[in-house]
């Protein structure tokens, strides 16, 4: 399939959350979605995938919708689509967004297991981690979290790190669970807010937290056992 945008954007900051550690990421983004005025130029599937779509508030739900801010010029790119053995052609369909916006700047945002939390003494408050390999970046950002130099990345946000040619930042929140981490999400918005100025106050975030959860653990639980019946009825043919 090949992504097509129905706006034309320039020179934007991309900021893309894949349901990672905690769903982090497609909290974050869908944030951003309710918080700033977006409008959809673009949608995403990949057809190697069990054709499934989730349907919420009666409105379709996009595996992959592509919105675009005007005031920070800004793409945003939520997803609610598990992106296990799909890693490697999401990066590339990061790629070619960024080659067809002639994007100025990548963020991902994702949840990350650092080990910062197994001590029962540490704070109960996620910790905000950060990768770039450009050194002005790395000046801002240390004003506000720390530089990740241990940790595990899975997913997209992995694949984009090692495919990528163009230099990434990735925002991280530390996340202890594989349920959806609200605070972890809350973490990455001020990382954000603080690194690219955007006047979101997260505290709504925190205070809505149950409706994103049980919002995203509905339709991810719709799209998952969907996919296991049709494993069952492929199984049931062959049987």
Not at 103 to 124: F, Q, R, S, W, Y
Request: with cysteine.
């Amino acid at each position: 399939m090949k992504l097509q945008l129905k706006k034309k954007v320039k020179n934007p900051t991309i900021i893309e959350g894949f349901p990672g550690f905690g769903l982090v990421g497609t909290i974050a983004t869908e944030y951003l979605l309710e918080h700033l005025e977006c409008e959809q130029i673009g949608k995403y599937w990949f057809e190697d995938l069990p054709a499934t779509i989730a349907i919420h508030s009666s409105k379709v739900v996009d595996p992959i919708g592509i919105f675009y801010n005007k005031k920070y010029n800004l793409v945003i790119v939520h997803a609610i689509l598990t992106t296990n053995k799909i890693e490697w052609k999401v990066a590339e369909m990061i790629e070619d967004l960024a080659n067809q916006t002639k994007a100025k700047e990548i963020i991902c945002l994702e949840g990350v297991g650092t080990g910062a939390g197994d001590d029962e003494n540490a704070p109960k408050e996620p910790k905000a981690f950060y990768y770039t390999k450009d050194i002005k970046k790395d000046g801002i950002l240390k004003k506000y979290a720390q530089k990740l130099n241990e940790g595990i990345i899975v997913g997209a946000t992995s694949a984009l790190l090692l495919k990528s040619t163009r230099n990434i930042t990735a925002l991280f929140a530390d996340t202890h669970s594989q349920l959806p981490d609200s605070k972890a999400a809350a973490k990455l918005i001020t990382l954000l807010d603080n690194y690219i100025s955007l006047n979101i106050d997260p505290k709504p975030l925190l205070e809505t937290a149950k409706r994103f959860e049980e919002k995203l653990k509905t339709i991810l639980e719709q799209g998952n056992k969907t996919q296991e019946e049709i494993k069952k009825k492929q199984l049931s043919y062959v049987g």
